[in-house]
């Protein structure tokens, strides 16, 4: 996959710390002085904000085929490179994804059993060029994962909703990544202190900077 510069993706399971990760990363990189563009996946344009209404909707569990759950996530993918990530990449920005085709890898390819290479082909017709040049994710067990997913309460989507066994399939999915594709994904231990996991996560990601 032809990667793009300076654009970064974050990845985990649920209750990994992604947003918080992404929180302090946008905050020392800006103090850095780079200019930056934060985005959530799905969602990011209003289009694949819409879409995601549909991927989450908890009407939709055991409805919604596989391939069409697939299709749906590269298409909000496809909508917010063409209008967020690519100009903003274009303008010499730093673009932060809080997820990006590495989910669809791990969720749909291994979770949902789609399999790496249909996964693979769509995100190549998808991304184009416009690939992180470096995925980081959080790794935390699936337990951890649902006893800090416990604290926070919430009504759970439809994702969110499934069980255990097919968080630990996304959790294998994110682990193979970082081992196959280790050149963009590095596999980070979040279940230390937040100071630890930034310092790890800053300093991947000025090792790219420079
Ligand atoms: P979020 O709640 O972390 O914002 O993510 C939305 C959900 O969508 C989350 O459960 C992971 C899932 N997801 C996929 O299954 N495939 C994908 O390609 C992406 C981006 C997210």
């Not at 710390?17 to 563009?37: C, F, Q």
């Not at 990011?44 to 904000?49: F, P, R, V, Y």
């Not at 991304?127 to 604290?151: H, Q, W, Y």
């Not at 630990?168 to 980070?188: F, I, K, Q």
Request: with cysteine.
């Amino acid at each position: 996959m032809q990667t793009a510069k300076r654009f970064f993706s974050l990845e985990g399971i649920d209750g990994s710390g992604k947003s918080t990760h992404i929180d302090m990363l946008v905050r020392a990189l800006e103090s850095e002085g780079y200019k930056v563009v934060r985005l959530r996946e799905p969602g990011g344009a209003k289009i694949s904000e819409r879409i995601r209404e549909l991927l989450l909707d908890p009407a939709f569990k055991g409805v919604m085929a596989d391939d069409t759950e697939l299709l749906l996530y590269n298409a909000a993918r496809a909508q917010v490179i063409h209008e967020i990530i690519q100009p903003a990449l274009d303008a010499g920005s730093v673009v932060i994804a809080d997820r990006f085709a590495w989910s669809t890898f791990a969720y749909q390819g291994y979770a949902r059993g789609l399999g790496a290479d249909k996964v693979h082909r769509l995100t190549e017709l998808t991304c184009g060029g416009c690939f992180p040049e470096l995925t980081i994710v959080l790794d935390l067990t699936v337990e951890a994962s649902r006893k800090r997913m416990a604290n926070r309460g919430g009504t759970p989507d439809r994702l969110e909703s499934e069980k255990a066994e097919f968080f630990e399939r996304v959790r294998e999915g994110y682990l193979a990544a970082g081992r196959d594709y280790s050149d963009c994904v590095s596999v980070v231990d979040a279940d230390r202190t937040q100071d630890e996991v930034h310092r790890d996560v800053l300093s991947l990601i000025h090792a790219k900077l420079k």
